[in-house]
């Protein structure tokens, strides 16, 4: 049976299978599948564990004998084989195929491997373990699969993200599960539980710095431009993420597209600036006094285009990128675009 790694937990609640092999590329989601095999064999009495790890020279007949013996206390027990290399040899696939045929009694045997290519996927003893057990097989997940995976693990911890505390944290850990599970500690020790939106994200990830992304935003739209770039480098220093600070001034930027389009359009600014907190209205006319809707536009643009270099997409420094955006944000760009460049 092949499982994946989501679909694991509920079958653990039913059944407990003498064979497990875990496979893929992906550490977390191996990681935690293995962590819960362990703790449901456990909850049924699996005291006893002893591990195997596979490397140059390594004697399949311990595997063979360890089966093949009784525990000391007559405790049930796991069995491990860790093999990252995925390729058992001849003895080791032999006695892999042996153990699927006639499984320890009162035992889990737990295979892990690396990726396995078609070949081995294939191969008898994988299709042996499996026929005994479950396969889990983990590949990497989809941006928009970890948007899914990261709303499951926030809401399992408490809190109830909205789709933009969402979409935050997977665009600034896309590609790296461990990384995404550190933010939603980090975001459960600091705010604890109930709801979560993108603002308590960026606050909670700004929580430790000396200045926050809130910061550089005000600065750049009140044109302060000594102040916006201190409060860069000072961002940049404290090793706050550049996607982030892309994500506060994409807010801004876009919010002013759209304010300035419509009060070009006819509305008032009070009309266009219903949505707007009270507070950050005098803020917002101030930077809206210094370019039109096609400046704002230009400038949301340039957003879009600095997301692709901090994701490595395209070329370029992304520290350089976000000085020149809120150079122009403020007033005061670096550099004159061309009229011919799109």
């Known amino acids: 049976m092949r499982l994946k790694p989501d679909q694991l937990a509920r079958y653990l609640e039913k059944e407990l299978a003498p064979v497990y092999l875990f ?3 992906e550490p977390l989601q191996l990681m935690e599948a293995g962590d819960a095999v362990r ?3 456990r909850a049924q009495g699996y005291t006893e564990r002893e591990v195997f790890t596979v490397e140059k020279g390594f004697d399949w007949g311990q595997l063979a004998a360890a089966s093949d013996s009784l525990s000391l206390f007559a405790e049930r027990r796991v069995l491990e084989v860790r093999m990252p290399t995925g390729k058992p040899g001849t003895q080791g696939a032999k ?7 006639r499984p320890a009694e009162d035992t889990v045997l737990l295979v892990h491997t690396g990726k396995l290519d078609g070949s081995a996927r294939n191969s008898k ?3 042996a373990l499996e026929q005994c057990g479950v396969m889990v097989q983990v590949w990497p997940l989809t941006l928009s699969e970890t948007v899914g995976w990261i709303a499951r693990r926030l809401r399992t911890r408490g809190l109830q993200p909205d789709e933009g505390a969402v979409r935050l944290l997977a665009d600034r850990v896309e590609g790296n599960l461990l990384a995404a599970a550190q933010e939603v500690e980090k975001l459960v020790l600091l705010r604890g539980s109930g709801p979560l939106d993108e603002q308590g994200v960026l606050e909670a990830v700004s929580d430790a710095a000396r200045y926050t992304v809130f910061d550089l935003a005000d600065a750049a739209l009140a044109g302060d431009m000594a102040r916006a770039v201190h409060v860069l480098n000072g961002l940049r220093g ?11 001034l994409s807010r801004e930027v876009r919010q002013l597209a759209t304010v300035s389009e419509q009060m070009e359009s006819g509305a008032s600014a009070a009309q266009a600036m219903k949505g707007v907190w009270a507070k950050r209205q005098p803020l917002l006319r101030k930077a809206l006094s210094r370019h039109p809707a096609a400046a704002w536009r230009q400038l949301l643009a340039s957003c879009a285009r600095i997301d692709r270099v901090v994701k ?13 955006l809120i150079s122009g944000m403020a007033g005061h760009p670096l550099f004159r675009a061309s009229r011919n460049v799109a």
């Not at 006695?95 to 045929?101: C, G, R, S, T």
């Not at 404290?238 to 506060?248: N, P, T």
């Open 95 to 101: 006695v892999l195929e042996d153990y699927a045929a």
């Open 39 to 41: 703790a449901a064999a």
């Open 125 to 127: 003893w994988v299709k």
């Open 23 to 25: 496979t893929g590329d």
């Open 312 to 324: 490595g997409q395209a070329p370029g420094s992304a520290w350089d990128e976000l000085l020149q």
């Open 238 to 248: 404290e090793g706050v993420d550049a996607v982030l600070v892309l994500w506060a």
